[in-house]
């Protein structure tokens, strides 16, 4: 028996030796790829400046353009999509970016001795001084007392706004919107031969309404403003693993003739002065704001040269998704936005952009139903120049690039310059305990 086992061994070999070698081939077989960046007429390309390549499976390589704007990859073969963001400091220290992202890249499909090209074409926009520091949307899972079965609680949503400059700042004629689709793993009827329709119109969709700031309401150099977006009240006595929104510092979304949803908009805490409340304007279908709980693509914007009143009265603005009626949207100018984010649901590989990369270029993937938000990453360059500020900065977080602790330098006495490249893929991270929690 043992003499026939080794003959048969022996005769196998070959083929497994074979297997061996092609499964090799196929594993370790790469190609060349030059991910090559156009900018807009009369901006000269740079060197190191970075590049990111994603594959099917969200594995991320990474580069820097040589001097003519040419990022260079040794690569498998795949789909890959390049997202870029070019970020220059003027001398009267504005900034400007150029960002780029280019999907469906396909590499290793017409030969082996090419060398393969990705264009990216750039566009050119401004950051601004108030900017999203976090968005918590996607809620907190728990187990249903009566039967035992887990939950999803997800009216506990909210948004951070921080002045990340040295002046104060008036948030007169300042907009709060969000695009309509409201999911970004849902059917897209914007898609028009893999580009979105809106793209180079120069314009973003607002869907089914607004909210604005009352009248002379500010927010103080280098501080926050915590907005309850839904339920503006202390949700841990009934889910110890949500958050207390009820705190008089706070803001919040209610306007109750205008949204009537007592679900989404039960009274406010009394703690929070009704001067807090955030007025809507509603041009679309619903009782409420529908803002996505697993993936919203929300923004702030302030039209130039007419009030918000203005803008929702124009009807040549009106936008109808899909040619319905019943889906309206408003036709944001893209140079009125001052701050965009999209959240992806994470792991879902039907996510598809609904920001064109003038708005921003990239997007954060967050899991839902854990609890978790999208947090802006630190600025280290700029922070640590702060005079004194370098001793109180807490290190060691890994979850941002910087490997700053914001919310714990803050505690210690730091102020935080908050990034921000109009990327949400560079400019945020997914942060595994709300900030306003600890």
Not at 151 to 173: G, R
Not at 337 to 365: C, H, M, P, Y
């Amino acid at each position: 028996m043992k003499t026939y086992f080794y003959l048969v061994m022996f005769a196998l070999l070959p083929m497994l030796f074979a297997c061996s070698d092609d499964d090799k081939d196929d594993v370790y077989k790469t190609y060349s790829l030059n991910v090559e960046l156009t900018y807009p007429d009369g901006v000269s390309a740079i060197a190191d400046v970075p590049v990111v390549l994603t594959d099917a499976k969200a594995i991320t390589y990474d580069g820097k353009t040589n001097a003519d704007g040419i990022a260079s990859f040794t690569v498998p073969a795949g789909l890959y999509q390049a997202t870029v963001s070019d970020r220059r400091t003027g001398d009267d220290f504005s900034v400007t970016m150029y960002n780029g992202n280019k999907s469906d890249i396909s590499v290793g499909d017409t030969g082996d001795d090419i060398t393969y090209v990705g264009r990216v074409s750039l566009v050119e926009s401004k950051t601004s001084q108030l900017v999203i520091k976090e968005l918590y949307t996607g809620g907190i899972s728990y187990t249903n007392e009566s039967d035992g079965k887990p939950k999803t609680y997800h009216f506990d949503k909210y948004v951070i706004l921080y002045n990340n400059s040295a002046e104060n700042l008036s948030l007169d004629n300042i907009a709060l919107a969000m695009i309509l689709p409201y999911n970004s793993g849902g059917t897209n009827k914007d898609y028009v031969d893999d580009k979105l329709l809106y793209d180079g119109e120069g314009w973003t969709p607002a869907g089914t309404g607004i909210w604005y700031f009352q009248e002379g309401t500010t927010i103080e150099a280098g501080k926050q403003m915590v907005i309850a977006l839904n339920n503006a009240t202390d949700h841990t006595p009934t889910y110890p693993t949500s958050v207390n929104l009820a705190k008089a510092e706070y803001y919040c979304t209610y306007d109750i003739e205008v949204y009537p949803n007592t679900t989404y908009y039960p009274a406010p805490s009394e703690n929070i002065p009704t001067s807090h409340y955030l007025k809507a304007y509603h041009y679309g279908t619903g009782n409420a704001w529908p803002l996505s709980s697993v993936s919203p693509a929300f923004f702030l914007f302030s039209p130039k040269g007419q009030t918000l009143a203005e803008f929702v009265a124009d009807a040549s603005n009106m936008d109808y998704y899909g040619g319905s009626n019943s889906q309206k949207r408003k036709k944001v100018k893209n140079e009125w936005i001052l701050d965009a984010l999209e959240v992806f649901e994470k792991d879902n590989a039907k996510n598809l952009k609904r920001f064109t990369a003038v708005s921003d270029a990239g997007a954060v993937e967050i899991t839902k139903a854990s609890g978790y938000t999208a947090y802006r990453n630190v600025d280290a360059e700029m922070t640590k120049a702060i005079a004194g500020n370098e001793d109180k900065l807490v290190l060691g977080y890994a979850d941002d690039p910087s490997g700053i602790d914001a919310e714990a330098s803050i505690k210690n006495g730091a102020v935080i310059i908050y990034q921000d490249t109009n990327n949400s893929t560079a400019d945020f991270h997914e942060r595994k305990q709300a900030s306003i929690k600890e």
